[in-house]
């Protein structure tokens, strides 16, 4: 019987369970994926933002701008990648400056630092790019951007250090209330609980419903975007967006913490809830709006597109909070953007609920920090010299693209939580994320993990679980 099991492991569930691994209690993380990072924190914008667009007085206000405040300490605890470079809301038509105020002192009201507004002079300055039509912009200089992959690992690792105990590719089945607890009936058996934190993403309506009889509906609401290589991450400095909608923040454009130029997302409603697809329309869509904000996107620099799923409920609000016909049942649920910028302080909050319901005692050698991968292009070229001296594998160039040593693979599937699959790989190390999007190193990084997982064979190699093998037969087999 554990105290406390978390049913998801994206950046909600993983920032829980690091909050709570500083506490004397058993726990244990439930995910139905074969790694954590498997669901709607793959595939956002990145934006860690400053907090002016939720609702002032709003959950997802507070803990926005709270999330936004710890995320550079926590990067340098944890060691993930980080950057504040600062966001700009761009106003291209005189008529609509009232919302740009309204956003302005909504952002005030919402205690963000140092928000402002600028006229078009000090915005060339900043950005030569922008539209010739912009006026004015809300400029707010805490906004920032993260790598989403690394922010989940890292607090995942962090509490898997400090005790959590995960299970992969384990689905929650239903959730039985029991006298004392819950019983949660998985693909893998079932698991005997005091509490139960539900932090499923898109499907956290259907683990709520499980316990409630006050339904919960979860609309998956897709956002799709185009990623350019390096060569045109220079292209804005800052965060661009365009003034909101009901629909969201509307299409952005960022530089990536990594140095590429990210474009989007749209945002359509749709029914299914693994519905990560791309289309025509929506990309079309990325690359005209972009335009309103920003000028000579270079469009023929695009590397990949890709789809997110925000996890979208009626009130647009987290829901973070004891399910009432369930006792000892906590939801974080709703938790669509901003949730990546608010997870740090997610965690905090459902952590100290739990203190409270449960008496939580703190632990006497919690362990606040976490070494990330080497990365010997972080090193100077003597260091690097040496490191390759002592250990050959960072001198083999396994992704020529990004420029991803096979030291840094080992690394990856070595450590904590290590890798299993391809994107397991590519997440962790970027092998595979860059221009030719893994078309050579592919094979590569196979060979390193049919020879580094104990028991695999080439066969149990998969691009990200499931059934995702790739090798599937030998050219012999269909003679
Ligand atoms: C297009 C888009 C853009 C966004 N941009 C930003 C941004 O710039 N900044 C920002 O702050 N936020 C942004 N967000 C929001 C942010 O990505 C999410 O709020 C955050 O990633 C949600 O994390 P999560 O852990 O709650 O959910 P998820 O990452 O989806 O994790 C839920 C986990 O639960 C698991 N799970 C589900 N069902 C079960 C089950 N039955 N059994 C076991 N496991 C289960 C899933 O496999 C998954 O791993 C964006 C979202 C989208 C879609």
């Keep these: 019987m554990y105290d406390i099991v978390i049913i998801g492991a994206g950046v909600s569930g993983s920032s829980i369970a690091r909050e709570l691994s500083r506490y004397n209690a058993s726990i ?143 689905k929650v089945l239903d959730v039985k209330k029991q006298e004392n607890g819950y019983t949660i009936v998985t693909n893998n058996g079932d698991v005997r609980t005091k509490y139960v934190v539900n932090a499923a993403g898109v499907y956290a309506d259907a683990i709520h419903n499980m316990v409630s009889e006050n339904k919960m509906k979860i609309t998956p609401r897709k956002g799709e975007y185009c990623l350019l290589d390096k060569s045109a991450g220079e292209h804005v400095s800052h965060t661009i967006f365009a003034l909101p909608t009901k629909m969201g923040k509307g299409i952005l454009v960022t530089p990536t913490v990594h140095g590429n130029l990210l474009v989007g997302p749209t945002a359509t409603d749709i029914d299914n809830k693994e519905g990560v697809n791309t289309t025509r329309a929506g990309l079309d869509e990325v690359i005209s709006k972009s335009a309103i904000t920003v000028k000579n996107v270079p469009y023929r620099q695009v590397i990949t597109s890709f789809a997110g799923l925000r996890a979208h409920e009626e009130h647009h609000e987290f829901i973070i909070e004891e399910v009432k016909d369930a006792k000892g049942f906590i939801d974080c649920a709703g938790i669509e953007s901003p949730g990546l910028s608010a997870s740090p302080a997610i965690g905090v909050m459902v952590a100290d609920l739990l203190k409270e319901k449960m008496n939580l005692e703190e632990k006497e050698h919690f362990i606040a920090t976490r070494k990330g991968i080497l990365n010997p292009e972080d090193l100077t070229l003597e260091e690097r010299n040496e490191l390759i001296k002592k250990n050959s594998a960072y001198g083999n160039i396994i992704c020529r693209c990004e420029m991803i040593t096979e030291g840094e693979i080992l690394d990856a599937i070595h450590r904590p939580l290590g890798a299993k699959s391809l994107d397991g790989v590519k997440r962790r190390t970027r092998a595979g994320m860059g221009r030719c999007q893994a078309g050579f190193c592919s094979p590569r990084t196979m060979e390193i993990l049919e020879r580094e997982i104990p028991g695999f064979t080439m066969y149990d190699v998969t691009k990200s679980g499931g059934d995702s093998a790739i090798v599937v037969g030998t050219n012999k087999d269909r003679v």
Excluded: W
């Excluded at 008529?95 to 009201?109: A, I, Q």
């Excluded at 950005?127 to 989403?148: F, K, M, Q, R, W």
């Design 28 to 170: 244990c993380v439930l995910e139905k994926g074969e790694d954590v990072c498997s669901g709607t924190t793959k595939a956002n914008s990145a934006i860690v933002h400053a907090g002016f667009d939720a609702k002032e007085g709003s959950l997802m206000a507070k803990l926005n701008v709270q999330g936004n405040a710890m995320m550079e300490q926590l990067s340098k605890d944890l060691d993930f990648p980080y950057k504040n470079n600062g966001s700009l809301v761009i106003c291209t038509d005189e008529s609509t400056r009232p919302g740009l105020n309204e956003l302005c002192e909504r952002g005030k009201k919402n205690g963000v630092p140092g928000v402002r507004i600028i006229e078009r002079e000090e915005l060339l300055k900043m950005e030569p790019n922008i539209s010739d039509e912009a006026v004015a912009a809300l400029y707010a200089p805490t906004g920032g951007i993260v790598c989403p992959f690394n922010l989940n690992i890292a607090l995942a690792e962090n509490a898997y250090t400090n005790g959590v105990e995960f299970r992969f590719n384990t």
